[in-house]
């Protein structure tokens, strides 16, 4: 069966109806067309002046969150290849999962939800969703209202990592990929959002997520684990071979894992050194070391793909697509995953450099919301300043700051506030 006999015409139905493209035109599926509105959209090119880990900027190998969302598809597609579900829908849910992250990665994120209380706060995913439905511009309905990129509903539940509003998020706990505390309720839908939330999450009952929402969280975290780690070892942050066992563990448990015992994170990282391509000698920046570094990269994320594909098999017989199946991730590999966030995280995230830094971007997101709430539309693109106008009390207006300094790159955050400070 191909696997776009999988999807039923709910599935590949749009917001608001689309003719026929002219005939002169490639012929393209639904989700061909959905991942190329993605691609082309103006918040996937600010991606790559967004933090991922450490800022954009910060040398020419660390990645970017652009370069982070690439790698992340290519796992994402891979995964649902393999399933056997379409492999586009999970590649554009993975193109799409930062698009809603604001400047300097979870760490803005926190700023933007503490001062956002009043209007129904900020999660990246749910700012995700209100830029893939509204913000970003590319279809309008009859009465003239952007619906943003207008994708089939199957492609934007599969974006929907948290489908939730924020009064059903639970309680944050541990910290990020960066290294900044979890303050925020992670949750999928903004109060005034949830009309086309509940269209995309038509005749889905509860909270399950479909399998192309599963196979891009999964290949978020793979991708993330496994990255980081060689991130760390170029800049001659991590030793693979003189790894200090207990603090890892520790930081294991303070960020990740709470009930992680020692026995079961030593048996993890066993398997992991079964692997023939992890190092036995320290990384020495040549090109022999970095290709050795490439290979373990890649036997990794096979390591782990290929074990969440053999334990989806053994548990049902499919189809693995929308609701018909769910992914299965081994408890060995989530322990393995874990192992390697510890490492980096001991190594990299904790260290004091970064924590500074982190504070001082925190300082100016939060003066430069305030400074764009005090100058209103006069200071707002031209998008925002229509919000603005067209916003019904101070809720709204605040809504429609926290759009555009989301919207934001971590060096546009920099200059708007240089500029507004001046202006004062």
């Known amino acids: 069966m191909d696997s776009l006999d999988l999807y039923d015409a709910a599935a590949r139905e749009r917001l608001v109806d689309e003719p026929p ?9 639904p989700f061909e067309r959905d991942r190329a509105r993605v691609v082309h959209a103006a918040a996937s090119r600010r991606l790559a002046a967004k933090t991922q880990v450490v800022g954009p900027q910060t040398d020419d190998f660390t990645r970017n969150r652009l370069t982070h969302s690439l ?26 999962h930062d698009l809603g992250h604001p400047p300097f990665g979870h760490n803005g994120e926190r700023v933007l939800a503490e001062l956002s209380e009043g209007c129904g706060g900020f ?11 509204r913000l970003e511009a590319k279809t309008v309905d009859a009465d003239g209202r952007s619906v943003g990129l207008n994708l089939t509903r199957a492609t934007l539940d599969a974006c929907t990592k948290y489908p939730w509003p924020r009064a059903h998020a639970e309680e944050p706990a541990g910290v990020h990929a960066d290294g900044s505390p979890r303050v925020v309720r992670k949750f999928g839908v903004y109060d005034d959002d949830k009309p086309v939330f509940e269209w995309l999450r038509a005749g889905v009952g509860g909270t399950r997520r479909c399998l192309e929402a599963q196979v891009m969280d999964l ?8 990255h980081d780690i060689e991130d760390g070892v170029v800049a001659d942050r991590i030793d693979l071979t003189a790894l200090d066992r207990a603090a890892v563990w520790e930081t294991v448990r303070d960020w990740y894992l709470p009930d992680a015992a020692d026995d079961a994170l030593d048996a993890a990282l066993a398997g992991l050194r079964e692997q023939a391509s992890w190092p036995t000698t320290p990384y020495d920046g040549s090109r022999r070391s970095l290709a050795a570094l490439k290979n373990l990269t890649s036997d990794l994320i096979g390591r782990f793909c290929g074990a969440v594909q053999r334990a989806t098999f053994e548990a049902g017989d499919g189809p693995f697509a929308r609701y018909a199946a769910d992914l299965v991730v081994p408890e060995q590999s989530r322990l393995e995953m874990a192992v390697l966030k510890g490492i980096a995280a001991h190594y990299v995230m904790q260290a004091d450099d970064r924590v500074a830094v982190m504070v001082r971007q925190r300082a100016l997101l939060a003066e430069l919301v305030a400074l764009l709430a005090h100058r209103g539309p006069a200071a707002l693109e031209r998008p925002f300043a229509d919000d603005w106008a067209a916003a019904g009390d101070d809720s709204a207006r605040l809504r429609v700051v926290v759009d555009q300094v989301a919207s934001l790159t971590d060096a546009s955050a920099v200059a708007w506030h240089e500029r507004l400070r001046g202006d004062r």
């Open 71 to 96: 790698e992340v598809a290519q796992v994402a597609r891979d995964i649902s290849r393999a399933l056997g579900s379409h492999p586009d829908i999970a590649e554009t849910a993975a193109l799409a």
């Open 123 to 133: 999660e990246g995913n749910a700012q995700t969703l209100r830029l893939l439905t």
């Open 21 to 29: 493209k002219r005939v002169d035109a490639p012929e393209r599926t």
């Open 219 to 226: 290949a978020d975290d793979v991708a993330y684990s496994v």
